[in-house]
């Protein structure tokens, strides 16, 4: 599936190989929603945080943990547009391959903070796999979903095999209580529910739920809904749907409270991303 967006083109296969050209430099500030590798294949990635500044080059590769926000540069160096392989790792994939592998992965031991970003050295495991996926840069050939997921699962392990200490942050979810109010969440972000009635629904006590919630986000659980809703808005919109038909469906009261949460969320109206 491929989109534009403000002078980027993006394909998206299975939702796990994505590719991004540009043609002049752009930066965005990014919150990672997945665990995800991203290979530059030419141009410069630059990412920086609020503690750290690093660039990406051509044939270099960068982990990005999810729910960290950065601030991302895309560059063209002399003639050449900026390209990049993301290789994303959602929740869905990492479950079943803790699954298949959890008595191999050395989860034990005490849990650091996860890094905003690691920049991966040279090895062959990485670059093999990526070697692998620049052919549909430039082809019209579209890789099956198994193929997709046999890539997923060599990223996974290729990254392992660089830092196992990496397991913690790859495998959160083996707490129960993170898969239960993500899932929650995210089944339920569009209904009108007080944090006491979510608390509830998740087998917490008030107390319990705010302390577990600040371990899945920074932000506090209402805006986390507002943001989840507009995140799907915006995606749903960019797919053609309109705003009067699908704010009521995401959980805002009226259009005018929507178009102006939109507006200060993404700087721009829904009707003017759709145009």
Known sequence: MAQTEKGAL????????????????????????????????????????????????????????????????????????????????????????????EKRLPLDGEREKAPDYVKLPDVMAIRSLFYSLVPFLESSVVPTEELMELKQQEG?????????????????????????????????????LSISEIALFTGRSLAAFKRDFRKISSLPPQKWVMQKRLEVARQQIEEG????????????????????????????????LSL
């Open 156 to 192: 996974l392990i290729a990254l392992l095999d660089i830092d196992r200490g990496l397991c913690a942050t790859l495998f959160d979810f083996i707490e129960p209580w993170k898969i239960d109010i993500l899932d929650f969440l995210n089944d339920n972000y569009m209904y009108e």
């Open 241 to 272: 749907q309109r705003a009067s038909d699908i704010y009521l469906k995401l959980g805002f009261k009226s259009l005018s409270h929507f178009s102006t949460a939109f507006k200060k969320q993404y700087g721009c109206s829904p009707q003017q």
């Open 10 to 101: 993006k394909v998206n296969y299975s939702n796990v190989f994505l590719c991004f050209s540009f043609n002049n430099g752009q930066t965005c500030q990014h919150r990672v929603k997945d665990h995800t590798l991203v290979y530059v294949y030419s141009g410069e990635l630059l990412i920086e945080s609020e503690e750290n500044r690093q660039s990406i080059f051509s044939g270099e590769c960068v982990f990005l943990p999810r729910n960290h926000k950065v601030s991302i540069t895309r560059l063209s160096l002399a003639d050449e547009q900026f390209k990049a392989l993301f290789l994303v790792f959602d929740r869905k994939f990492l479950r079943r391959f803790y699954q298949e592998n």
